[in-house]
């Protein structure tokens, strides 16, 4: 439980040290939002009234001050530009992204456990290179060339299949499902196949490690083949460490799905945030970056905790670092 | 058509589900037979493990309760069964090589996923090119229209963001004006029928239409007129200051509008075509940002900011220009390629702007497509900075626009788009041919260069600042043409809020280029304060003359006088007036080609499917 306290408190002082730093770096950002609304043409007092009646001209300390309140009040604010509250902006764009980074776990899950076992099993040396192959040059695809290639297999109208939509989320949203599941499955392969790639690899190198290890031949020992040893113990001991990077990896897409989005049209919040640091909606930003921290924070601490649960080793090894 | 498209995306989620469970149960069945067979070759294989079978029930606590319970059953199965397995196993190795029968179960289950996403594709092409080839054989008008469109307005707040994004959507659209502008940028009735103004040119009167209303069913008169133009100089809304000269106005009657001037202003009516003369509800109660209330043929039922806006035919319409097609959904797309994509797939309709040459597809493929292009007042702007240390020199600026060779400029981007030697674009009041000015050539370029004193060993190092939404190509093509002049190019790309920071406000910058595309924006060479840095008091008194002028021709010829002044003092070079390329599905009718990217009039857009 000490554990879990102190981990939360860590969680907790990182936040406030990235709030600070988001609010400082954007406030360097060259250009402000009064600007981008007044345009090429407006007299400069304009721009001015623009900034004073948005709050841009107050202190800094009281701009961060102010934000801080409504974050803990559980109010991220209302977008400069779109009028709209950040929340309910950022739940709509998360309503295409996470769906879309769900998928793409499903498929690099699928494509990274079922080769990686099947290349840490491989016995012939050529079987082996190719699936070495296979995985650097998978982790090794650029995001927006791979989707590329997908669009012109699969993508409708311009694919040599022509299955599937490739451009954009449906007016209707989740309420048309079947459309919208459609137009995520490019996108989500495209996040898969990448990331199932480096799973793969991280997969063979934990099972080959513990395939390595005297837990293996106790229990070939005890009657299990080397397949059954594998898959029945060796996967269960591989997997502290491979949901930390499947942890991890969950985290990165969320940032990492910006090209796809842009590239499938998708308007989830990769492609939001792009647009709102472009427009510098610094509120929008600002709120928008903290509650990404927020959530890649929140998986190290879930996996941490998940680590602990899985591999109960480490309890007695920090404990025993205590005594 | 909208309709069609929902159907094949539920297909391919419902094939898609398929083939998720498909290859999960193949998986399923194949590790299980891989298991068994193991099982097997262990069996026969490794006799030690095998004696040591039986002690697995001893507890291997590792092991989790299932697999223990299956372990020890199959370890009873083949300790009971020997010869079967041993059997099973040598049937197994005599077809294959012993070593790989482990393997065997991954290959099958990974050929038959694919097998089964194979058929799986092949049956969804074959039965689309059947849907395809039984299509019904009469005309169908859709009931929905999709346009794709490239810049996409944040809020729907009109009278403070700026952008034409919101000027293409929402007026005569969704927000109608005093008077209105036609396809050629000329001003005609729009909610006042007729206007007349007095000797002086400082008090105009407009005579409105009568009953007419705002989609939320209010009355709209000339209260709504007064009050509307009255907030925006109040309250310096966008653009209020381009109605140069305001004094006043105010509703005479019901129907009629004064407005007057302290002092004749040419433009007057032209800007009352555009933002300033935007006529809102005074009693309605919205969210600007979010929500519009208006009087024209649309009403916005739902805007996604950056992404798409919906809008749907308003049934209080009370005009002449009634909406043919129920609902026009406009789609916004940041990347080209996209955009493209969507055209091809049939998920947009028409595409405006399309880049030239992603348009070649569309023009080899007329039987199903259409591309044209339209004129516009976007004027490609390559700004000297007039005060800059190194480009404060005439000769160098003279120098850099015999360089640049603006054919060569437009034929790499399709060949569309027209030169232009001046500020002033042929849709605007005052437009002349001024690309003799300075026609293309490189050995006046270099003398000019070197009387500045700059050659070969000692050339003109310069940064060329501009924000990104235009792409890399044009500062590539820039640098490789002044190269021969001995003027080193940096090229800097920003955001376009970098820009505003940098270029626009603190003028800090050798050369600069922006797409221009405001109408009637020749003020800008007339003020000192602007990025330009450029200042002429003969340009100045032109214009003001022009703005005083009576008539329209009077304006004009005092305008091109100004423009030609401005050209030949260099402070810029105009790259090319860019022409919009629209592409678009055979079928659809009523789309404006000229100006769209600032005027998009879409009552009358319709789509029909083609007749097979």
Known sequence: ?323 | MSTNSGAYGENDATDNKTTGTNENETATNASGDAANAAGGSMNASDHNANAAGGSADAGDSSANADAHNNSSVKAEDSAGSTDETLNAHVKGASGGKAGNGKKKGWIWAIIAAVVVVALIAAFVVIRNNQKASIAPAQVHTADSVTIGLKLAPTNLDIRNQSGSSLDQVLVGNVYEGLVARDSNNKVVPGLAKSWEKNADGTSYTFHLNRGMNFSNGDKLDASDVAWSINELMVKHYHDSESLMNFKSVMATDADTVKLDLTAPYANLLWELACRPGLVFDKNANYDMKTQAVGSGPYTVAKFVPNDSITLKANPKYWGEHKAVTPTIVLRYFGDDNAAVNALKSGDVQVLAPVTENLAEPFVKDSEHYRVAAGDDTDKYVLAMNSKGAKTSDVRVRQAIRYAIDHKQLIASRGGADKPLGGPIPSLDPGYQDLTGLYPHNVDKAKALMKEAGYTPDHPLELRLTYANTYGTELGDQLRSQLKPIDIDLKVNVVEFSTWLQDVLKNKDYDLSMVDHNESHDFSQWTQDTYYYNYSNQKVKDYYNQAMAASSDSQRDALLAKAARVVSEDAPADWLFNYRITTAMKNGVTGFPLNLNQTLLPLYNVRYMTPVK
């Not at chain 1, 640091?277 to 998986?299: K, Y």
């Open chain 1, 1 to 323: 439980m000490r554990f879990v306290i102190r981990r939360f408190l860590l969680f907790v002082a990182a936040l406030l040290a990235i709030s600070v730093v988001i609010f400082a770096a954007l406030r360097i950002l060259p250009g402000d939002v009064a600007s981008v609304m007044a345009g090429l043409n407006a007299p400069p007092e304009r721009v001015e009234q623009l900034r004073s009646q948005m709050g841009l001209d107050r202190p800094l300390i009281v701009q961060y001050f102010t934000w801080m309140g409504g974050l803990l009040r559980g109010n991220f604010g209302t977008s400069l530009l779109t009028g709209r509250s950040i929340s309910s902006t950022v739940a709509m764009r998360a309503s295409v992204t996470f769906p879309l980074i769900v998928l793409g776990l499903v498929v690099a899950l699928a494509i990274g456990l079922t080769l990686g076992v099947v290349a840490t099993l491989a016995t012939r040396p050529a079987v082996r290179s190719a699936f070495h192959f296979v995985a650097i040059v998978g982790g090794a695809i650029p995001a927006l060339w791979g989707g590329l290639l997908l669009i012109l297999l699969f993508g409708r109208g311009t694919g040599l299949l022509g299955i599937l939509p490739s451009q954009g989320f449906p007016e209707a949203g989740w309420g048309s499902f079947g459309s919208a599941l459609a137009s995520l499955v490019l996108p989500a392969l495209t996040v898969g196949i990448i990331d199932g790639a480096s799973l793969m690899r991280y997969t063979r190198s934990a099972l080959g490690d513990v395939m390595n290890s005297g837990y293996m031949d106790q229990a070939m020992a005890c009657g299990y083949t080397r397949r059954q040893a594998a898959l029945k113990v060796g996967l269960r001991l591989a997997t502290p460490q491979l949901v930390s990077v499947v942890g991890l990896m969950f985290a990165g897409m969320i940032t990492g799905v910006m090209v796809i989005e842009n590239l499938f049209a998708l308007p989830g919040i990769g492609a939001g945030l792009v647009t709102d640091l472009g427009n510098r909606d610094l509120i929008a930003v600002q709120s928008e970056l903290f509650m990404l921290a927020a959530f890649f924070l929140f998986v190290g601490f879930l996996v941490d905790l998940l680590h602990r649960f899985l591999d109960p080793r480490l309890k007695h090894a920090v404990q025993g670092g205590a005594q």
